[in-house]
């Protein structure tokens, strides 16, 4: 039997059993404690690097002219018996800052606006910082696994190769398209004249690189996105656990749906002034109900009382002119059986279409009065 140098297991998926794609609320999570989220670092420096690209090819004229001038300047002074008086030091870091402080700042801002975006927003969190000791000791097995041995490990080594063979390429190309003006530069022209052949051909290797990188980083940004998809997953156990920690405890729930009847039960007035009958025991229970057609299934209770409030109930009906029907057995079944905001029972439909046909009939004679 051959001995197995490499464990398979190493291939395999990081949590299996974890099948169920993450919850907004799982992904919330692990952004707003632990900081996780879909990104990729090379989408950000590539963003920096060709927005630094474009800028120099912008600013490439001022740059010359900056340039020639600190020659001039420190030639002109290089034969000083001291080289490194006030004056020099002062004019070395003016031209310094002046030639790297707009692509410092272009970068940073390019860097946190391309942060805010894959973030989406500012993102604070300090579990990121916090020391994990853990981590001092090595685990071998598991860096192998998954820089060499695992889909990224092998997708950064592929992309890797990539961008090192197309970037020679595109260098081939551009002197190979200009070798024959690079040779001609030996035999005329001068310095000046090379030095913008040279630029020329170097603004076209970055301008080209640039975009071919960028199409790379965001290749990169969808792979990390799945792969991050990936490690967020979750077991069936894990999301119907989740369902329940969202659902809160049955007692909590019970208060707030207590609450919310509370609050529809001290909307009375105007839930029966816009209802269509309210249906009385006659004077110890009142339910009314309102029916939208095209909205709603069936009719639904928008209040009920007992007692006074029936009585209060009945009062606003006939003020406002809703019609109030005795019906003793029904009023103390929608009482008892439905809550405020419940749709009418399949039992109760055949006496409240009943109930309904004799509201039409009052209106029908109302109309002929």
Do not use: C
């Amino acid at each position: 039997m051959s001995q197995t140098f490499i464990d398979l297991q190493w291939f395999a998926a990081e949590d299996e059993g974890k099948t169920e794609d993450p919850t907004e609320y799982r992904l919330r999570q692990a952004r707003e404690k632990e900081g996780r989220v879909a990104k990729s670092q090379e989408l950000n420096s590539t963003i920096v690097f060709f927005v630094n690209v474009i800028l120099l090819v912008i600013m490439s004229p001022w740059i010359e002219q900056k340039l020639e001038e600190m020659l001039k300047f420190f030639f002109t002074n290089s034969t000083d018996s001291n080289v490194f008086d006030k004056r020099n030091l002062y004019m070395f870091l003016k031209y310094l800052i002046e030639l790297t402080i707009p692509f410092a700042l272009l970068g940073t801002f390019a860097a946190v606006m391309s942060n805010l975006i894959q973030n989406k927003g500012f993102m604070f969190v300090t579990k990121i910082i916090e020391p994990k000791f853990d981590k001092l000791v090595p685990h071998f097995g598991e860096y192998f696994k998954r820089t060499l041995f695992s889909f990224e490990g092998i997708f950064n080594v592929a992309k890797s190769i990539v961008k090192v063979i197309v970037l020679g390429i595109i260098a081939y190309i551009i002197i190979n398209k200009n070798k024959d003006t690079l040779m001609g530069l030996i035999y005329t022209g001068g310095p000046r004249l090379a030095l913008k052949q040279i630029s020329s051909m170097t603004a076209q290797f970055l301008i080209t690189s640039a975009i071919f990188l960028l199409i790379i980083s965001v290749v990169d940004y969808i792979v990390q996105k799945r792969q991050f998809i990936e490690r967020m997953k979750m077991s069936k156990q894990e999301v119907k656990q989740e369902y329940k920690d969202m659902d809160g405890d049955p007692e909590v729930k019970g208060h707030l749906e207590q609450a919310q009847r509370e609050m529809l039960q001290q909307n009375i007035p105007k839930a029966v002034k816009e209802s269509d009958v309210v249906i009385t025991n006659p004077t110890h229970f009142a339910v009314s109900m309102k029916y939208k057609a095209g909205v709603d299934d069936a009719p639904k209770i928008t209040a009920k009382g007992e007692d006074n409030l029936a009585l209060n109930m009945k009062k606003i009906a006939y003020e406002n002119d809703i019609p109030v029907i005795e019906n003793r057995p029904l009023a103390r079944g929608l009482y008892t059986d439905t809550k405020v905001g419940d749709i009418i029972p399949e039992s109760y439909m055949k006496t409240i279409s009943i109930v309904y046909a004799q509201i039409g009939y009052m209106n029908k004679n109302k109309k002929k009065m």
